[in-house]
């Protein structure tokens, strides 16, 4: 696993930007799919904006990318603003040009969202492998939308929100905490095992609880982010607000420090 400690959140942007790059490079010398997994969140958001500056700036394609999202709310209708498809339709897809039929996401809409929930999973399955999946965390350690409590081998279902994802969540509904669906579909955490690298960012004071717990505590249920350390390619991208808490943090600025000039992401 690799930390990324950074001094402010748009240079995590800009690393994580290099990241999904790196992968969508490394697919295509391969001949293999461009297979991007997508999250939602504020914690992405400095990067999406870096790529849409790449791609209008210097001519950086996503023509190729096939992109599947990591999770949606259950029971918001389509075209919802609020829900993923739209967030990311509006903060990278139509802005890197990437056809929406090829961005796809669970069916939080659909009348039967277990059986949405397994075709969601058969369709990433044949598409795969996920290249590159990003990742943020929530204040309870949470990735996807998988609450503390996940198995660490669970695949796409339905989960119930805890009322603090809620809470957290409410920003985004005008911070009515009714208004945040109770249920959600998520990729699994043994779902998001099976992507090449993964790439979880993390900015702010709020996360140097989770982000400490999942890298350097236990491998636990409890903390669905420390599944992280079952992956062989992780990069862990902080600023130092949210690596505060890392009892190695004086070593992951060593390292980077002294990262071989050839070893990319
Ligand atoms: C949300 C999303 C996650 C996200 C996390 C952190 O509820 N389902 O995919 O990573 O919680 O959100 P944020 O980046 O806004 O802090």
Known sequence: MEVVLLPTPTDCGRVVADALQAGLARARVRGAPAVLGLATGSSPLLAYRELVRRHAEEGLSFADVEAFLLDEYVGLPAGHPESYREVIRRELTDAVGIDPARVHGPDGAAP?????????????????????????????????????????????????????????????????????PRHVL?????????AEHLVLVATGEQKAAPV????????????????????????????EAAGSRLALADHHRHALTHKPADQGW
């Open 212 to 239: 400490a717990a999942a890298l350097e505590g236990p491998l636990t249920a409890s903390v669905p982010g420390s599944v992280l350390q079952l992956h062989p390619h992780v990069t862990v991208v902080v600023d």
């Open 112 to 180: 039967d969202p277990l059986a949405a929930a397994l075709a969601y999973e058969e369709r990433l399955q044949a598409a795969g492998p996920v290249v590159v999946q990003l990742l943020g965390i929530g204040t309870n350690g949470h990735v996807g939308f998988n609450e503390p409590g996940s198995s660490l081998s669970s695949r796409t279902r339905v989960k119930t929100l805890t009322e603090q994802t809620r809470a957290d969540n409410a920003r985004f509904f005008a911070d009515d905490v009714d208004a945040v």
């Open 186 to 194: 998520t990729q699994g955490l043994g779902t998001i095992l099976r």
